[in-house]
């Protein structure tokens, strides 16, 4: 299955840039800085996608890596950071098992909305690992927008978030670019996205880390989604 979403989001697609996106990485960037300081921080974006949640943390940032296992991301990120000398782009294989060839240790690090793409739940706990030997006392590792096996599929809610957060056109705009554009809805049905037992994976991680929890409250524009911060 994940190849097959590899090789979707390795080409050029209808999310780079969207509007939509670009509202998701301000509410989440106003969600963390709720939670931990950014501020002179080493941070880490996996799954980094066109660099949205990087513009909105570079002024706080002390440097910032951010990695993908899309050809067309990265080089769209590279090109979009090139003037900025503390943030530097890598493009990683599938699942970043091997975070630890960055040779650097991160303060914070994301994952927004990548691992509903991965085969199964065996490859979260890996990437948990990975990130594991990038970590230091204390690091911050947020996964986010969890596609959780219990999700209450609330579609009044999430309308409703849409307009009191101000991006219900976002919302219709992508929308009609969706319709428009079936590629990514025949995926879904062929292919389904991963949906997680949360409460397993915190369980399991137990000895992996020093304290892990998970959020419920709307951090992402997906305000059914969960959450996991992990801290090590
Ligand atoms: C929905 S986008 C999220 C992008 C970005 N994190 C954001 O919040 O805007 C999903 C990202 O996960 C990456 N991805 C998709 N499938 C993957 C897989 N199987 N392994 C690793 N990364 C994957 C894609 O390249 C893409 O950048």
């Not at 428009?180 to 995926?187: A, I, M």
């Amino acid at each position: 299955m994940s190849d097959n979403w590899i090789n979707y989001w390795s080409k050029k697609n209808i999310w780079s840039s969207s509007p939509l996106w670009q509202k998701n990485s301000i509410i989440l960037y106003n969600f963390s800085q709720k939670k931990f300081s950014l501020k002179n921080k080493k941070i880490l974006d996996i799954g980094c996608g066109s660099g949205e949640l990087i513009e909105n943390i570079l002024n706080d940032a002390k440097y910032i890596s951010g990695v993908d296992i899309s050809k067309n991301y990265v080089s769209i990120c590279k090109k979009k950071f090139s003037k900025y000398k503390n943030i530097k782009i890598n493009l990683f294989k599938k699942n970043y098992k091997s975070l630890n060839k960055l040779n650097k240790k991160f303060d914070i690090i994301f994952c927004n909305s990548v691992v509903q793409y991965f085969t199964n739940e065996n490859q979260i706990i890996d990437l948990i690992r990975s990130v594991k030997k990038v970590s230091t006392k204390g690091t911050k590792f947020l996964i986010s927008d969890i596609m959780d096996k219990d999700e209450n599929k609330n579609y009044i809610k999430f309308i409703l978030y849409s307009f009191v957060r101000g991006y219900f056109l976002s919302l219709m705009y992508q929308a009609i670019i969706l319709f428009l554009n079936p590629k990514y809805r025949n995926l879904e049905n062929d292919y389904k996205l991963l949906e997680i037992d949360t409460k397993k994976i915190k369980n399991k991680i137990n000895k992996l880390c020093k304290k892990s929890v998970i959020i419920e409250e709307p951090i992402t524009i997906n305000v059914n989604r969960k959450h996991l911060l992990i801290e090590f």
